[in-house]
């Protein structure tokens, strides 16, 4: 059974990746990393989605501006509705501005450049897309050559559609006048006074709004949340890409979904500037501590942030106008830190930000070993690696894995790494599910059924399992 990631209330800042760096770039990692953007870029002339992933780490992940974190599976869905969406020719370009490697050369961190060029269907006419943006991709070391770890910190984006410039955060509409950013910074500010006394009108007014967004989230009352956003509310990430009012309720709406009970929220005003009557910034500690479902475990989820809000005062009282400035603080998962770059995994070794050689998912070495030299090497290797003090197991890890294959239509191998997880994690009704969707996807219904029954003797509230064992046996 497919898992989902999890979300905070408005935006989660992105966390940064520590690593010690060399003082100057290293030449030869560069050269080996342009070869790897030249594949990247032939691969997607080709359309070819196999190679794209290929370029990557089974744990590859992406974070987005609103908070998410795009996990390896998300982001292959991504690709392959790029590519459908896309036409060529496609002129990709990757330009390496700034590039740290690691002392021990196995982490590599490269500020990119890239520009893209291709044709979409739009208002109904082929028209010529220009995009550029600038991001940071975090490349691993791994036995097979680099590989694409993550990307995040995008920033600088531009579109441009027949020549024209356009507003990257909203929909194409030819009708648009030329999209300028710097409209909006012209605009004159009032000059801004800092308020201390926590009796002051606006200090009262904006914890007033803040108490009915913290009894919103506790009795998931999401009319009460939306209520207080204006309808231009934007939200604006530290790369510069804005997310408007209706991104941000469905990324609520889907956050929201996952948790099934708030132990703890606050948004603690640390300081508060107004500007006239109408309009006040307030630098706020927002702090949310949940139970959902993580990994198909109730767990508890705490994290913290640090943010600027911006309420205008309206006929209907003060509302939150736009949310930028996010700096994320620790997160943690079940009491144990985690990385907030990545998925949360609850069998991840605690996050230490300082430590130069975090352990690995194993999964990572099983892609790497599949894709160059086949599953049966992988599966020899498995269980040398398993007891290495470089890379750990985990469950969820190794289903994202056989989901991985699965939709790589590598369904032999993707069965072999779904057996894996029932040999490490025997009582778990997912692994079971899981394995069942595996051989009913490569045609055996028996061992399809016998599987998925296991998964309901082991968790008889498995709907999933329970409503393919019923489409199974009425075939």
Known sequence: MKKQISVVLFVVALMCLNVPVHAQDDADVQKELEGLYKKLAEAHERKDLSAIIGLKTSDFHTFFTDGRVGDSKLMEEYSREFLKRNQPPFNLRFTIQKLTVSYNKLIAVAEVFQELARYQDLAGKRRKVETSVIQREIWAKTSEGWKLKSVDNVRDQKKFVDGTRVDPAKPYNPADPPYSPDDAARNAKCDEVVVRDKSHPVWKALDAQFAKFAEGVRKKDLDVLFAQYKPDFQAKEPTGEVWNREQTFGYIRNGMAQVKETIHTSNTVLRLAVCGEDEATATVLQQWYRMQMVAGKLRRMETNAVQDTHWVKTPEGWMLGSIDEIKGGAAFLDGKRIDLTKPPDPEAPAYDPYDPRPKQPVSDALFSTITDKGIESALQSYHALKQSNDYYVSESQLNALGYRLLNMKKVREAIEIFKLNVEAYPQSANV?????????????????????????????????????????REQ
Do not use: C, F, W
């Open 432 to 472: 079971y599910d899981s394995l069942g969707e595996a051989h009913m996807t490569n045609g055996d219904k028996e061992l399809a059924i016998r599987n998925y029954q296991r998964a309901v003797e082991l968790n008889p509230q498995n709907t999933n399992a329970i409503g393919m064992l019923k489409k199974l």
